[in-house]
């Protein structure tokens, strides 16, 4: 099979077949084109600067698109249940790193909504990062010039602040990890 259908329920063996770059969430085929805006890859750039720069010296890497990240209902991760593609993602046990991805959660999840990806992000991507315990996870949202930091309590997100363009952005999971926001959405 060269590329999936809207209608069908895959599999990871279905995914292994697909051309071009693909997420497979709950059975489910997501196209990841077309490419994102201008702006989209400055921000993620700007981002992955800020962590890179915190995270240098300490255990953490991080990862930018493409990075195929899996999760598994059995934690086999030979065949996962789902495969995703998050703008950025901070794993910080090397254990999941292998030569394919991340196996299982990282710490910190980043995505940049376009107008594409907006509902899965805030949907699909949300309820799976949250049932497969992403500790901390960030919604960009160029267009209102915001940033959603949730955090996982008990098994749940708490939606932790809402950052406007003025603020600077606090991680709860790395407290000393700030990325003031007065930049980010000017690509000029």
Same mark, same amino acid.
């Given at each position: 099979?060269? +590329? ?37 890859? $400055? ?19 991080? $990862? ?6 899996? $999760?598994?209902?059995?934690?086999? %991760? ?7 593609? =998050? ?24 995505? /940049? ?15 799976? %990062?949250? +049932?497969?315990? /992403?500790?901390? %996870?960030?919604?960009?949202? =160029? ?5 959603? /930091?949730?955090? &996982?309590?008990?098994?749940?997100? &708490?939606?932790?602040?809402? %950052?406007?363009?003025? !603020?600077?952005?606090?991680? /709860?999971?790395? =407290? !000393? &990890? !700030?990325? =003031?926001?007065?930049?980010? $959405?000017?690509?000029?």
């Amino acid at each position: 099979m060269a +590329k999936p259908d809207n209608k069908g329920t895959y599999s990871f063996q279905d995914w292994l077949t697909w051309e071009g770059a693909w997420e497979l969430i709950n059975g489910k085929a997501f196209n990841m084109s077309p490419a994102p805006t201008s702006l989209h890859q $400055f921000i993620v750039g700007e981002l992955h600067f800020s962590l890179r720069t915190f995270f240098q010296n300490r255990k953490c890497i991080v $990862f930018v698109v493409p990075f195929d990240v899996y $999760f598994s209902e059995n934690e086999q %991760y030979d065949v996962p249940d789902h495969v995703v593609q =998050p703008d950025l993602s901070v794993v910080c046990s090397k254990d999941q790193i292998t030569k394919n991805g991340c196996q299982g959660a990282p710490s910190l999840i980043i995505e /940049v909504l376009s107008p594409s990806t907006a509902l899965k992000d805030f949907n699909e991507k949300f309820n799976l %990062y949250q +049932k497969y315990g /992403v500790n901390e %996870y960030w919604i960009v949202d =160029p267009g209102n010039q915001t940033v959603h /930091v949730y955090t &996982l309590e008990e098994g749940s997100y &708490l939606n932790r602040h809402l %950052y406007t363009e003025q !603020e600077t952005i606090q991680s /709860v999971l790395y =407290p !000393e &990890l !700030e990325i =003031p926001l007065r930049n980010l $959405f000017k690509l000029n």
